[in-house]
C-alpha cells in the first residue's frame, strides 16, 4: 500500500495521477483502478485488485465435493446458478457420472434465467453508470420476477446452491413452468421499451458509439471472452462450440457482432436477451419425466487425474480445473473466471480516451469484482 | 448539404429523447402498474415461499419430540462448522445405554443457508424455516440450541 500512496502525485510529464474507487459508484464494487491523466484524455490505466480476496479456491481444498460448491456461488452472484453448475459439472465429469435428462433441462432453464436477470441487472446498471437513473427501475422490476421463480423453486434469491453433483437439489416447484411461462410473456413485452428508453437515445450513443475500441486481434491474445469478445467478431459461445447439459437440444444464434466498441457490446447483449428467452420457450414445455438426480455415493471420491469443465457465464467463459490426488477432497482448485481476463483488456480500451469513456468501458465489459478476485 | 444534416441530427435528437420520456410518462401516469412491494409496512401479509432457506429448525410434536438421532451427518456435511451436536448417554427403561443428543448447538451467525445440513439428515429432523429478520443486539443471541428443554427422541426413529 506504501507504494501506491508515494506515487500519488504529478508526473515528470505533468500527468496527474488520481486513483478511482476502492469506493466508486461506477466500479460496480471494490475495483481500484490508478489513472494516470493528462487534462482529461486517460494516459494509463492500472487496476489494483486484491480488496475483496476469501481465497475461494485455498478453501475448496479443505472441503469435500459435495461441499465446496456453495463458495462458488458467491465468486459470481449474478450468475450463482452457472457457477455451481460448472463445478457439478466437473465433478461428474471425473466421476464418469450420466446425468439424468430431467437435471439437465432443469439446468439448462434455470441457468438461461438466470443470463436474463444478469443481463437485466447489467442493462440498468449501464443506464446508472451513463447519467440515465430510470432504466435501473424497469430492468429491476423485471429481474424481481425472475429472481421470484429462484425463490420459489430453489430457496435463495442470489446464492442458490442447487446444482448437486448428479442433477439438481429438488424437483421442480408445481409452480415453475406456468410462473416461468407468464415471466417470459411478460418480459418479451418489455424489450422494445428497453430499446425506447436506451438503445436510440442520443445521449446514450454519443457515450458509447466509437467509444473503448477492441479490436479482434487484441480480444484474442487478451483471452476476453462472452459477449465483450463476441462483440469484437471473436465466436466464442461455449454453449455452441462445446455444448454441456441440454444445449445440444435446442436452436439458437451465436449473436457476433465486428464493431468493437460499446455499442457493440451493448446490442450484443440486448439480443442475447432475447435468445435466452427462446431458449427457455423451446425447454419449458419439454421437460422429460424422470428423476433428477442420478444417484451418488455418501462420500464422493474423484479417481486421480486432472479434470477441467468451460461454461458460458453472462461475462464470458468459466472454467474449473480440479487435481484430484483420490481424495475426498480436492488436492486443487482453480476457477478461470473470465472477469479477470476481461479487465485485463480494460487499459487497452481506455488509453487515449476520455475519462467519462472509462466509466463506460468499464459498465459494457460488465465486471463483477467478487468473480476476479476471489 | 451541411444544413440538411445539421437539422436533420437536430431532429433525430429530439425524437429519441421524445420517445424515450413517452415510456417515463406513461409510467407516471399509470399508477396501478407500479409493483413495489412496501416493506416492512405488508409484514402482516408478507408470506415467504415454503423453500425458502431462513434459519435451521427442528420441528417439535405435541408431546415435546423431535426426530434427532444425533448421527451428526448434518455436522459433516456443513462447510462452515455451522452446528455442532452434543450427545450423552441414556439410560433406556430396559437398561440398555443409548445415544441421544444433549444439544443440538447452531451458530445462525456462521450459517450461509446452503441448505446441505437439510439434504444429509437421513431422519428429516431438522428443516428450513421461512424467518428471514434474524437482527440482534448482541451477537451471543445468534447461538441457538435446537432441542427444546426436556424433548425426547420420537418413538420408532432410529
New interface residues.
Given amino acids: 500500500m506504501r507504494g501506491l500512496i508515494e506515487d500519488d502525485y504529478v508526473t515528470e510529464e505533468g500527468e496527474f495521477v488520481i486513483n478511482m474507487g476502492p469506493q466508486h459508484p461506477s466500479t460496480h464494487g471494490v475495483l481500484h483502478l490508478k489513472v494516470w491523466l493528462d487534462g482529461e484524455t486517460v494516459k494509463k490505466v492500472q487496476p489494483h485488485l486484491g480488496y475483496i480476496h476469501r481465497s475461494i479456491e485455498k478453501m475448496s481444498e479443505s472441503?469435500s465435493y459435495?461441499?465446496?460448491i456453495?463458495?462458488t456461488s458467491r465468486m459470481d452472484y449474478l450468475a450463482a446458478h452457472i457457477n455451481n453448475e460448472a463445478c457439478a459439472l466437473t465433478v461428474e465429469k471425473g466421476l464418469q457420472l450420466e446425468v439424468p435428462d430431467r437435471a439437465k433441462y432443469i439446468r439448462t432453464i434455470l441457468a438461461e434465467l438466470t443470463r436474463l436477470q444478469s443481463h437485466l441487472l447489467w442493462w440498468g446498471c449501464t443506464g446508472l453508470d451513463l447519467g440515465a437513473v430510470?432504466p435501473f427501475f424497469?430492468a429491476f422490476?423485471e429481474r424481481?420476477f425472475i429472481m421470484?421463480i429462484m425463490?420459489?423453486?430453489?430457496?435463495?434469491r442470489l446464492?442458490q446452491?442447487f446444482m448437486?453433483p448428479g442433477g439438481v437439489?429438488?424437483d421442480i416447484?408445481p409452480n415453475f413452468q406456468k410462473r416461468t411461462k407468464e415471466v417470459l410473456s411478460q418480459i418479451k413485452g418489455k424489450f422494445q421499451?428497453y430499446d425506447?428508453?436506451?438503445t436510440?437515445?442520443?445521449?446514450f450513443?454519443n457515450r458509447t458509439k466509437g467509444v473503448g475500441f477492441l479490436s479482434k486481434e487484441d480480444a484474442i491474445s487478451y483471452g476476453v471472452t462472452g459477449p465483450t469478445a463476441r462483440a469484437s467478431g471473436v465466436s466464442c459461445d461455449i454453449r455452441k462450440l462445446i455444448p454441456y447439459s441440454a444445449y445440444n437440444q435446442v436452436q439458437f444464434d451465436e449473436i457476433l457482432d465486428n464493431g468493437g466498441d460499446c455499442y457493440a457490446r451493448y446490442m450484443i447483449r440486448m439480443q442475447e436477451m432475447k435468445q435466452s428467452v427462446s431458449i427457455i420457450e423451446q425447454l419449458i414445455d419439454n421437460i422429460p419425466e424422470g428423476e433428477f438426480q442420478a444417484k451418488t455415493k455418501n462420500v464422493i471420491k474423484l479417481p486421480k487425474g486432472e479434470f477441467y469443465q468451460r461454461v458460458e457465464t453472462p461475462r464470458g467463459e468459466l472454467g474449473v480445473f480440479i487435481v484430484s490426488d483420490g481424495a475426498a477432497s480436492p488436492y486443487r482448485i482453480k476457477y478461470r473466471s473470465p472477469g479477470f481476463s476481461n479487465l485485463s483488456a480494460l487499459p487497452l480500451m481506455a488509453k487515449g480516451g476520455k475519462i467519462g469513456d472509462l466509466v463506460a468501458i468499464m459498465s459494457t465489459i460488465d465486471l463483477v469484482i467478487p468473480d476476479i478476485d476471489r | 448539404m451541411f444544413l440538411k444534416e445539421y437539422f436533420g441530427t437536430i431532429y433525430k435528437s429530439v425524437k429519441s429523447l421524445l420517445v424515450g420520456m413517452r415510456v417515463t410518462g406513461y409510467y407516471f401516469t399509470h399508477l396501478d402498474e407500479i409493483k413495489t412491494e412496501e416493506y416492512p409496512d405488508n409484514r402482516a401479509t408478507l408470506k415467504m415461499f415454503d423453500r425458502f432457506r431462513g434459519e435451521v429448525v427442528m420441528p417439535h410434536d405435541d408431546n415435546n419430540e423431535h426426530r434427532c438421532t444425533g448421527c451428526q451427518a448434518c455436522e459433516i456435511a456443513c462447510p462452515n462448522g455451522t452446528i455442532k451436536i452434543i450427545t450423552k448417554q441414556e439410560i433406556l427403561e430396559d437398561g440398555k445405554k443409548k445415544k441421544r443428543i444433549d444439544a443440538f448447538v447452531y451458530h445462525l451467525d456462521l450459517c450461509t443457508m446452503c441448505n446441505l445440513c437439510v439434504v444429509a439428515c437421513p431422519s428429516d429432523a431438522i428443516v428450513m424455516a421461512q424467518n428471514f429478520e434474524h437482527s440482534v443486539y448482541d451477537k451471543k443471541q445468534l447461538k441457538k440450541i435446537l432441542n427444546m428443554p426436556d424433548s425426547k427422541l420420537m418413538q420408532g426413529v432410529e
Fill in positions: 472441503l459435495r461441499n465446496f456453495f463458495a430510470t424497469y422490476r424481481e421470484e425463490e420459489e423453486t430453489c430457496g435463495a446464492t446452491n448437486v437439489m429438488y416447484h421499451e425506447n428508453i436506451m436510440g437515445n442520443v445521449i450513443e
